[in-house]
Structure formats: C-alpha cells, structure tokens
C-alpha cells in the first residue's frame, strides 16, 4: 500500500512557528529578572568622598551613584541627627545624606557602609557634624523696640539655645510677664509725659552671655502708633504677591487690633487690604482698597492732630509702575489738611532687592493734620479710587507702613 509522506510545503509553517516560539522563550528566559548584572558588581560615588563635613546649620548633601547591581546604605549604629535618603536603589542614581541642625554643644559623628549586591564595600563614609556654641540674639535688637504711649503689651523675640533672665532698668512702668523658651512679653504703662525709655538685658550668666535692648516709650502726646510687626504674611518684596493675605481672611486676633477697611462694592464687597511682615499694601488691578485706623479713643474733646505714615507706590519687576494718588481723610469727626498726597518714590530694586532700605528713607515719610478730631474719629487712606476700571493705568497699588497719630495742641 502506498504510504502518502507530508509534503514539504504544509511542514514549513509549523517548524517556523515552532522557532519563533522557542526562540522567545529562551530571551524571556534570559531576561527574567530585568536585573543582570554584565560583568564584576561595582559601585562608585561620582568624585569618589568618603567623608562629609557639616555646620552646626544641617544640611541635605546630594550624590551622583554610579552602579550595576543593587545597593544599600547601612548606618552603623542608629544616628538620629543623619540618614541617607533613599537608602537603596539599583544602578545608577541619586541619594541624599540629611544632617539636622545640632543645637548640642558636642561635636558628633556617624559612618555608614555600602552594601552591593549584599556585599560590603571596603570603604565607609564618614558624616561629621561641628558643635554649636551658646548663643542668645534680641531679634532686631540692634533697631530697639519702639513702644506707643497707650500703653499695652510689647513681645520681645530671640534666638538662643540657652536658660536666660532677665533684667530691667529704670522705673516700674514697664514689667515682664509671660516668658518662654524664645520670647519675653513686656507690659508698659500708659505714658501722659515725655518720651521714655529703658534698657531690657537678656542674660546668661553660667554662659558669661548678655544681650541688651533698649525700649523707647512715645510721649504721651502719641494717641495712636503702628508698625504692623503683628502681621507676618507674604515676602518684603514688592513685587511678590505670593503669601500676601487679603484682610477678608485675617485673624480674629488681627482683626481685634482696629484696623479695617471698606467692602469695595465693585469688587465683589472685598476688603481690598493686603498684608505683608510688617506692612500692607492697599489695592489690586482695576480696584482699590482702603485703609481705616482705630478711633482715636485717647482724645477727650475737639483737638488737631497730626498724622504721619510711610508710602511706597508698586512698581513691576520689569519697571512697570502704578498710579500714585493716595486719598488722605478721616471717617466722622476733623477735617484733614490736605486732601491727597503724589506717592512718587519709586523703589530701586537693584539697590534695594528686598525691599527694605526704602522705608528708611526721607523720601517716604507723609504727612497731613486733622483739626477738630474727636475719640470718634478714624483716620483713612485710598489708593486711587475703588473702581478704577478706566481710571488712569488701571492699577493704584501702595504700600503702608508706621502710621502715627500725635497731639499738637
């Protein structure tokens, strides 16, 4: 019988997918883990350190890992004040050791070894740290601490990582009472008199520190004094918005100091204030804000006063500057002398990059009077107008700062 064989044709197609099918199984063999490693394991730290050396401020040091194999960092011992993140990783990558600042007194020092492919390295790495020195600082002590006449509570904050006292010189009208860790709360008497002053030491005798502040109470003829250091939002820069808080969301305990502001009924009934560390800023594109102090509650009948504050207009980045009319007046009882003020002194910022030399200069200090103010009368101040949509550039931005109110009659 004739014994039909299987042509060559129809066999074809099945030893080649047979090859196909092969031949992919031994690659996925051979690539299984994804992780082989070609040659000797190695592992280097671009630059090749072996040691870091920190201050007392901490740090996060960053390193290049070159690498075929896995590796991990294993501290020896259990140091709390460093480690190395990550810890592990596979071939080339990037770790970080991390120190914390040391407030110890005492140098300190860690090693860690590296681990490749569960092997040690033969070389360790060692972190050292330098030992911080007793200190105390008055935080902007070198300006002295300026109190007004009314009286009322003055927080004295420091930097120190030392138990502390202190002294007070002079007469009793200024007492301490709240202390912590890094501050000092003072009370000061109403003044009715001249202008006073005392000196507050900060001491550290088992240290041999001593720092010393002086205090200067305004003359009882001050009725209102300002300088907004409560308000901590925001950058001293000009020009950078971020941070900055609109007084629709300040505190309870901010807004219990008096100062307000009107709802700008084109914007939404926005208070449109802004604050900034120690300052605020009146305004935004197409609307402006006002600024409405405290009564004057000092003020027993009719009497003239005089108001005098610092004024910085917006400037871009780039130059762009805003308008510069700044509205002066009171709300209820006094007439003001003047009724606007030209805010022209422009900030230099490659002279002045954060924004602070300015306010010291002559040129941004105002002033106006206010006859026949009474304990109801409110000062206030307008950047422009409300609704400045076609007014001018559009925008009428100023900065506000050291606002005081004194009687001159």
Not at 127 to 150: F, L, M, R, T
Not at 206 to 211: F, V
């Amino acid at each position: 019988m004739y014994n039909k064989g299987i042509s060559a044709t129809k066999l074809f197609p099945k030893v080649f997918w047979a090859l196909i099918v092969f031949s992919f199984v031994a690659v996925s063999c051979d690539d299984d883990s994804g992780d082989e490693i070609i040659g000797d394991p190695y592992f280097a730290i671009e630059g090749e350190p072996t040691s870091l050396m920190v201050s007392v401020e901490g740090i996060s040091q960053k390193y290049t890992v070159r690498s075929n194999a896995d590796w991990t960092i294993v501290p020896q011992g259990e140091p709390e004040w460093v480690r190395a993140f990550p810890d592990r990783g596979n071939k080339d990558g990037l770790f970080s050791f991390i120190v914390q600042p040391n407030e110890t007194f005492n140098g300190r020092e860690a090693t860690f070894a590296f681990m490749v492919n569960g092997e040690e390295q033969p070389v360790l790495f060692r972190v050292e740290q330098q030992a911080n020195v007793p200190y105390i600082v008055i935080v902007d002590g070198d300006k002295g601490i300026s109190a007004p006449s009314a009286g009322g509570t003055v927080n004295v904050a420091l930097q120190t990582n030392v138990e502390w006292t202190y002294v007070l010189e002079g007469d009793p009208w200024i007492t301490a009472g709240e202390q912590t860790e890094t501050s000092l709360v003072l009370s000061l008497e109403k003044n009715t008199g001249l202008q006073r002053s005392t000196i507050l030491t900060i001491e550290s005798p088992e240290n041999g520190l001593s720092q010393q502040v002086e205090i200067v109470q305004s003359a009882g003829n001050v009725i209102l004094e300002e300088d907004f250091s409560w308000l901590t939002y925001g950058s001293t820069i000009f020009y950078t918005t971020s941070g900055e808080t609109r007084m629709d969301s300040w505190t309870e305990e901010e807004m219990a100091r008096g100062w307000n502001s009107t709802e700008n009924t084109a914007s939404s009934n926005q208070k449109v204030v802004y604050a900034r560390p120690g300052f605020v800023k009146l305004g935004k594109t197409n609307y402006g804000g006002d600024l409405i102090s405290p009564p004057l509650a000092e003020l027993e009948g009719p009497t003239d006063v005089r108001v005098t504050f610092k004024a910085v207009p917006y400037k871009t980045a780039g130059g762009t500057e805003d308008d510069i009319n700044l509205i002066v007046g009171v709300v209820g009882p006094g007439t003001a002398s003047v009724p606007s003020f030209s805010v022209s002194n422009f900030p230099d910022y490659d002279l002045d990059p954060d924004c602070t030399l300015i306010w010291q200069d002559e040129s941004s200090t105002y002033s106006f009077e206010v006859s026949g103010a009474t304990a109801e009368t409110q000062i206030r101040f307008l950047g422009g107008a409300f609704d400045l949509n076609g007014v001018g550039k559009g925008k009428n931005r100023i900065f506000l700062d050291d606002i005081k109110v004194e009687i001159i009659n």
